[in-house]
């Protein structure tokens, strides 16, 4: 088998220009592509990751939002949020940065992200997807 040069950059700018050519159609329907990240506590490594996703959703025209928590927050609190953001209709994705605090559970809060708004994959749920090749029937009808 002969070895394929991949242009990455020609990739990633490809990919780019689908995505926001998807989002400014779903928004000409009417239909808002909203990021909401969660951080808690702060590092210079998290908040540089933040400000780059925000600048990467800010592209390709999706609206980014980033709730931080003070890193001593229970657990039940930022379940708490992930539940209000899993509710809130305006929010079609929801990503937890890690690492978090060694007294909260990542993978017990990343279980709670709504399969279909778990933008990383981590909800048991997606895995599952991913493993047997199906999409979820909700995200389907959600994004048609």
Do not use: F
Request: aromatic share 4%.
């Amino acid at each position: 088998m002969e070895a394929k040069l991949i242009d990455g950059a020609a990739l990633a700018a490809q990919t780019k220009q689908e995505v926001s050519d998807r989002v400014r159609a779903l928004k000409g329907r009417a239909r808002s592509v909203h990021l909401t990240a969660i951080l808690v506590g702060s590092t210079p490594a998290g908040e540089l990751y933040a400000e780059r996703q925000r600048q990467a959703c800010q592209a390709v025209g999706v609206d980014y939002e980033l709730r931080t928590l003070p890193p001593g927050v229970d657990e039940r609190a930022v379940a708490g949020l992930i539940g209000s953001l899993n509710r809130d209709p305006s929010v079609t994705g929801i990503m937890l940065h890690l690492p978090l605090p060694q007294h909260l559970d990542a993978t017990q809060l990343q279980y709670q992200i709504d399969p279909v708004k778990d933008v990383e994959g981590v909800n048991p749920a997606n895995i599952g997807y991913v493993v047997y090749g199906t999409p979820s029937s909700r995200r389907a009808r959600r994004w048609r």
